[in-house]
């Protein structure tokens, strides 16, 4: 067997949120009944009548901060989207009750997160499903290989050297051992070597597309960092506006078929290692399920209606039939556990706390500080 093709579907349970790296600007979009318009310059210029525009062109003149508050009023009273936009998506009623508070407060930067796209279109890149797929794996071959002691052990060495440290230099030479030493065992987990100078990672053999979404399946929203302290309270820090998938926790349908190729051809004749169908779905329900799990009892087990969210998730999976399915979570939000490897996590927070862990799998983003962000679940249909 040289190449599989494995038809597949994709079934969005809880929001998701892939970022282009940009937010949009606040004198390009406007949000009005329930829609966020995506105008541009040009476009608005060619809205305004001549008027309008001897209006527009006084207040950029002007170079003060009330003329920017003037500004964003303008654009949101003199220009009508819904005749020329390149793009909209619909917004929560949250986001549109913030927009409009907000247009006169000059030090709200009406910063939204959209999602990628091109032109119009949304969809989830197919990097961002390898990408969970291999940290799966990983800790999946890691389990086979019985390192996991191995890594115990080396994390802990590591992180009492890096919590006792309070030198600078010497804190970032511990931080270069860690990334060295995570990136040597990745390195020897999936190279293949075709010769003694030339050196294959394993995971080109696994090709993924781009999962196109359906239009009208995103919507713009409030999400909140919500973390759990040390009292057993919990607090939600300055939310962000983003946009997300519409998911299966909202209400919503949305299920898209996509294909993914296993490329054997690129495989040395004599390799001992591959990746199969199966080790895809023993890899993703043996890492993401026990995190679904960890969040709703350790971090939102006294606050039900979080956790009920958690437990709907896993219902939502298991209810329509498993065979040959697999939960995994992609997107922003997914956080630290679901991209590391399980039993070499050593946290950033806890050079800064001087404690162990404090800071780290303590917090969550969730949609309107209620939804976990993420959770999908893989069928393969072939």
Known sequence: MKEQILKCKLEILSPIHIGTGEELDPQEYIIKNGTLYFVGYQKMLELLTSENKKQLFNILQRDDIQSLIELRKFIYHHIQPEKDYEWKIKVSPEVESWYIQKLGDIKTQ???????????????????????IRTAILNYWIEKNNLNGVLSRRRKELEDRLLSER?????????????????SLEEKLTSLKLSEKEKKDIFQILKIEDVILPFDSTICVEVKNMTLKSKGNLTSGIPTYREVTLSKLTGADVVVDFEVKLDYNLLP?????TI?????????????????????????????????NYKKIKTLFTSSGN?????????????????????????QNSVRSGRRHIGWGYSKHLVSGRLPLGWVKLKFLT
């Open 110 to 132: 009406l910063k939204i997160y959209p999602f990628i796209h091109s032109q119009s279109q949304r969809y989830i890149p197919g990097s961002s499903l390898k990408g969970a």
């Open 323 to 347: 065979e040959d399915s697999a939960l995994l979570r992609i997107g922003w939000g997914s956080g630290f556990e679901s991209m590391t490897l399980k039993k070499f996590r050593i946290p």
């Open 269 to 273: 004749s004599k390799s001992y290692l």
């Open 276 to 308: 199969t169908k199966n080790d895809i779905l023993e890899a993703l329900n043996g890492f993401y399920l026990p995190i679904l799990e960890s969040e709703a009892n350790r971090l939102f087990a006294s606050f039900p209606e979080i956790s009920e």
């Open 167 to 183: 030198d600078r230099k010497r804190m970032r030479k511990v931080k270069r051992e860690i990334e060295s030493f995570a990136k």
